[in-house]
T-cell receptor
Framework: DAGITQSPRYKITETGRQVTLMCHQTWSHSYMFWYRQDLGHGLRLIYYSAAADITDKGEVPDGYVVSRSKTENFPLTLESATRSQTSVYFC???????????FGDGTRLSIL | QQQVKQSPQSLIVQKGGISIINCAYENTAFDYFPWYQQFPGKGPALLIAIRPDVSEKKEGRFTISFNKSAKQFSLHIMDSQPGDSATYFCAARGSSGYALNFGKGTSLLVTP
């Protein structure tokens, strides 16, 4: 089915570990986004990408790394996880500037 | 800082009643104002959106009212149903921007 898929859906890891969250979309949307959702904060933008090999920082980029070698994939890596990065992470995509964003179902990440 | 302020944080409405959620923004460069609906365990889904050249947009039981001079917009859910129980997020985006600035969300409970 066409859409946006995030994996894993749930992940538990320890502080200091590296963890990568995957995002794959089948629409060939040019824009992709990573948000984190925390109680009391709503959704906050971590990084976004306007096209393959083009990425830019959002509101809360510290501690995260992204890459976009292919249009359909936009992985998010926590290089050395910290407890403050425990959150629900959402990936989104859109067809262009001014177009609606479509969200995946999220990855719930717990860092112990 | 929070660019979009949303209230109330939570809302309880009886079945058949009207649910009203309010948002305010400061950045006059914003020109796209969507509302997202989120059910537990799912990603946000676009519900309805408005641009500032109109004061109201209606889709079924959902209406956005927009007051450009006051820099406020609101979501009205008419004839609220238990199936409308979800978290609602308002958001805003500038004409030259890609990413959405979200409010902190409103948890709506519609009682039978």
């Amino acid at each position: 089915d066409a859409g946006i898929t995030q994996s894993p859906r749930y992940k538990i890891t320890e502080t200091g570990r590296q963890v990568t969250l995957m995002c794959h979309q089948t629409w060939s949307h040019s824009y992709m986004f990573w948000y984190r959702q925390d109680l009391g904060h709503g959704l906050r933008l971590i990084y976004y990408s306007a096209a393959a090999d083009i990425t830019d920082k959002g509101e809360v980029p510290d501690g995260y790394v992204v890459s976009r070698s292919k249009t359909e994939n936009f992985p998010l890596t926590l290089e050395s996880a910290t407890r403050s990065q425990t959150s629900v992470y959402f990936c989104a995509s859109s067809d262009g500037q001014g177009q609606p964003q479509h969200f995946g179902d999220g990855t719930r990440l717990s860092i112990l | 800082q929070q660019q979009v302020k949303q209230s109330p944080q939570s809302l309880i409405v009886q079945k058949g009643g009207i649910s009203i959620i309010n948002c305010a923004y400061e950045n006059t460069a914003f020109d796209y104002f969507p509302w997202y609906q989120q059910f537990p365990g799912k990603g946000p889904a676009l519900l309805i959106a408005i641009r500032p050249d109109v004061s109201e947009k209606k889709e079924g039981r959902f209406t956005i009212s927009f007051n450009k001079s006051a820099k406020q917009f609101s979501l009205h859910i008419m004839d609220s149903q238990p199936g409308d129980s979800a978290t609602y997020f308002c958001a805003a985006r500038g004409s030259s921007g890609y990413a959405l600035n979200f409010g902190k969300g409103t948890s709506l409970l519609v009682t039978p």
